[in-house]
């Protein structure tokens, strides 16, 4: 099964988030011939080729609808805890593993924990705390932000003050 995006779609890639589809092109690829989404990542710049016969395995989506986004929203209000104590290695991995799902509930979940740890503590976030914080960032933001049909500044307000409210 194949998802059908068009040239100037928005689709949102797991692993790089939200990208513009500019093109559909034919390649061969180890003898294969197939179609490809050819997508440029909104954060980076950065092109992107998917197999349209693999998008839905790869995870490749469109955009959330406004009621999804308030969804993912209301994560940011909620009291729960995504990853328990521990060893911050331990936690480090649960939390690439929720980014890597694609998953906006499951990215959110990082975002809201790392915002609390952020807000909670006096001091600065660790360097991989501030990795996995940007990456999830990164993924989610725009998205939301275009669902919303608001700027990603507005949006990022949005997240941090649900994020202190909810931490104190």
């Known amino acids: 099964m194949e998802s059908s995006f068009q040239v100037g779609d928005k689709a949102v890639h797991p692993a790089h988030g939200l990208g513009e589809v500019t093109a559909i092109e034919s390649r ?3 003898g294969n011939a197939g179609s490809f989404y050819v997508l440029r990542i909104l954060e980076s710049g950065m092109k992107v080729m998917v197999p349209m016969r693999a998008a839905i395995s790869v995870g490749l989506r469109g955009v959330m609808s406004p009621d999804d986004a308030d969804a993912v929203l ?3 209000r909620s009291p729960e ?10 936690r480090q991995r649960a939390y690439a593993e929720m980014l890597k799902s694609g998953s906006p509930t499951e990215v959110a979940r990082v975002l809201r924990d790392l915002y609390r740890v952020k807000f909670r503590n006096e001091k600065e976030l660790s360097y991989g705390e501030r990795r996995l914080m ?3 960032r990164a993924l989610l933001l725009k998205e939301l932000a275009l669902a919303k049909a608001i700027s990603e500044n507005d949006m990022e307000r949005e997240i941090e003050s ?5 931490a104190s």
């Open 28 to 30: 061969e690829v180890a």
């Open 74 to 76: 209301a994560i940011f």
């Open 81 to 90: 805890k995504a990853v328990g104590t521990g060893p911050w290695n331990r």
């Open 134 to 136: 940007d990456q999830a």
């Open 162 to 166: 649900l994020c202190a409210a909810s």
